[in-house]
């Protein structure tokens, strides 16, 4: 779904409320007998309405916050245990090579599927 289109689902609502109590107003400057019941159906059965469907058929805005998060995660995950390693090789826990080890096996496991490649390959050379 484009976002014009997702934009206008989210709005729907505000834009439904605007329309009622235009209809509304119009009818009642204009003398007509039924404006009155432009406000009870429009706030009590229409907007409801249009915010439900707006909800139903709006793009999961939600779920692409969470991959964002998870995202986030991973790069924090990822910046501690490269401080980790920093500290430990600063203290002498650690020697060069290791270090440099670590850092390259920390950076080639970005994700699950890296880390089980990674053993796959390290169990067939054996």
């Not at 920390?106 to 089980?116: I, S």
């Amino acid at each position: 779904m484009n976002d014009a289109l997702a934009s206008l689902l989210e709005e729907a609502p505000a834009i439904t409320v605007f329309l009622v109590l235009g209809i509304g107003l119009v009818a009642l400057f204009t003398g007509q007998p039924w404006w009155w019941m432009v406000f009870p159906v429009g706030f009590a059965v229409v907007l409801p309405l249009v915010a439900i469907l707006s909800d139903t058929f709006a793009p999961d805005a939600d779920a692409a916050d969470e991959g964002e998060s998870e995202e986030r995660d991973e790069r924090e995950e990822t910046q501690d245990a490269l401080d980790t390693l920093r500290n430990r090789y600063a203290r002498g826990e650690i020697d060069e090579a290791e270090f440099e080890r670590r850092v390259e096996r920390l950076l080639e496991n970005e994700t699950v599927e890296d880390v089980e490649a990674r053993r796959e390959r390290e169990r067939s050379s054996n």
